[in-house]
């Protein structure tokens, strides 16, 4: 069969009887297969008129991923605000859109309606040969020259950081650690110093962040997405006028290195693109480590035989200020920080638009249609993971099992194919040397009455402060 006929002869306009009265109630094909083609159709329903199950997937999108899995397996699809999403879970199925072989999955076109306006022109909104043609300029800013060059900036900020806590019951380590990744993102990515001029950097990149996640997306005076365009456009100003000093001098943040980056050919990156990309890497770095390093201190901090383990490996080194090589070495931390990527995937779900009608593990998936990865369903699935929900760092520690268990999509946080993490080593070298600090100089607990809330960001997010019982030791 050719996946490459027009789709729209296939796509039923209306569902009607003669094939949806096949199927079980409520059950629902996205599109009949082509005829002789051997594809099944992808199932799944529209949920509630107009809304679909966009409340429900918000509500509990663990619960709702995991309930649609056992339902429909690893393709299915679901209504939400006029429009349907085939979401896939599961490692074959992440790996069919990943590895995107004729390339049909694209990448600026599922992005583009979830957060287009705020960070179109960002890498992740580019495709195929642009996409490859950036990336190769974009790689020479996250070298491990450049990579020391950031952890050395970022240093102070932990520094300075950490020093101000001290002992407090109930301390709000969220807000803390976003104030400490601002702070960073000033001095390590844009290469200011701390004053109102990175107060103003922080604010606006905030509402730019909190623009592109609104719930009411459109224009009205005072909302979140107006006031996040505004950002946009001072953050555009700002960039563009430092460029030309940027570029002439030897700066080692990551705004300097993007503006001197080329690829082997010499190729550079125009204004523009230095600005697009900048906005974008401000915003995939942010939430993301957030998180990371929010769950990780949670998790440590109800588990403390872990958190004891990792302050003995912490403390064990000689150095309290290890350099990148030495942050590799630390086997329990590591084991840690990849058990809470798995649990709490910081970029739970990623989008693609299919270019072409295609086939999704034997599934028939029609052209224009919105792909939605789960990742962070999938690595909570139990056909993978036995008690998925369980923190448990033992898995990630080497030994032949682990290797056995831990397969290439199975464990995918960061993503796979073209558009896999460019930041993947920074954010590793941002919360080893966060948590290396914080493991010798304190100790936590989670208050007993703590129950934790999640929201959804760019993943699973805290929904409140994440207080912790902090002890400085
Ligand atoms: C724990 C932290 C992080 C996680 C879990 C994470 C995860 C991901 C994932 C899953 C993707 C793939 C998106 C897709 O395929 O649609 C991605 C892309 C990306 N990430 Fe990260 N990320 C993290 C931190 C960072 C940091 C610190 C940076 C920059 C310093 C960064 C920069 C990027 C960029 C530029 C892309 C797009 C790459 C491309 O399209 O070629 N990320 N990230």
Not at 145 to 173: C, H, K, V
Not at 197 to 220: C, I
Not at 397 to 426: M, N
Request: aromatic share 10%.
């Amino acid at each position: 069969m050719s996946l490459l006929e027009p789709a729209n002869k296939y796509r039923l306009q209306s569902l009607g009887a003669d094939i949806t009265s096949r199927y079980p109630s409520g059950e629902r094909p996205l599109a009949r297969p082509p005829a002789g083609s051997g594809l099944k159709p992808v199932m799944g329903n529209y949920g509630f008129p107009v809304i679909g199950h966009i409340f429900s997937s918000l509500a509990d999108p663990l619960d709702f991923s995991r309930r649609r899995y056992e339902q429909f397996g690893p393709v299915s699809w679901a209504g939400g605000v006029g429009f349907r999403v085939v979401s896939l879970m599961g490692p074959d199925a992440l790996e069919t859109a990943w590895i995107n072989k004729d390339k049909i999955f694209s990448s600026e076109r599922g992005w583009a309606p979830v957060i287009g306006p705020f960070f179109h022109r960002g890498i992740m909104l580019l495709d195929f040969d642009e996409h490859r043609d950036h990336r190769r300029i974009m790689q020479q800013s996250f070298t491990r020259s450049a990579l020391d060059g950031y952890l050395e900036l970022m240093r102070p900020s932990i520094d300075r950081t950490l020093s101000s806590w001290s002992t407090t019951l109930g301390f709000p380590f969220y807000p803390s650690i976003k104030h400490l990744l601002l702070e960073q993102a000033a001095e390590v990515f844009v290469g200011t110093t701390l004053g109102p001029e990175s107060e103003q950097l922080s604010a606006d990149f905030h509402d730019v962040v909190r623009g592109g996640q609104a719930m009411v997306r459109a224009d009205v005076p005072g909302g979140l997405w107006a006031k996040g365009l505004r950002a946009r456009r001072r953050l555009e100003r700002y960039f563009y006028n430092q460029i030309p000093a940027r570029t002439r001098g030897s700066g080692n943040d990551l705004f300097s290195m993007l503006c001197r980056s080329e690829d082997d050919d010499g190729a550079r990156f125009s204004h523009a693109d230095v600005v697009n990309h900048m906005i974008f890497l401000l915003m995939a770095a942010h939430d993301t480590t957030a998180i990371a390093l929010s769950m990780l201190t949670y998790e440590l901090g109800r588990n403390r035989q872990w958190q004891d383990a990792l302050r003995e490996e912490a403390t064990g080194r000689p150095n309290d200020v290890p350099r990148l090589l030495e942050l590799e070495d630390y086997p329990l931390l590591d084991a840690a920080f990849k058990e809470i990527l798995r649990m709490y995937a910081p970029a739970g779900t990623l989008f693609r638009q299919t270019l072409r009608d295609t086939e999704i593990l034997g599934h028939f998936v029609p052209r224009k249609t919105q792909v939605a990865i789960s990742v962070y369903a999938s690595m909570r699935l139990p056909d993978w993971w036995p008690n998925p929900d369980t923190f448990d760092p033992g898995r990630f520690i080497d030994s032949p099992e682990s290797r056995t268990a831990v397969s290439r999509y199975v464990f995918a946080p960061f993503g796979g194919g073209a558009h896999k993490c460019i930041g993947q080593q920074f954010a590793d070298m941002t919360v080893k040397a966060t948590m290396h600090k914080m493991l010798r100089q304190f100790e936590w607990t989670v208050p007993d009455d703590f129950r934790l809330q999640l929201t959804w960001g760019t993943g699973p997010t805290p929904a409140d402060d994440l207080p912790i019982n902090l002890r400085r030791r």
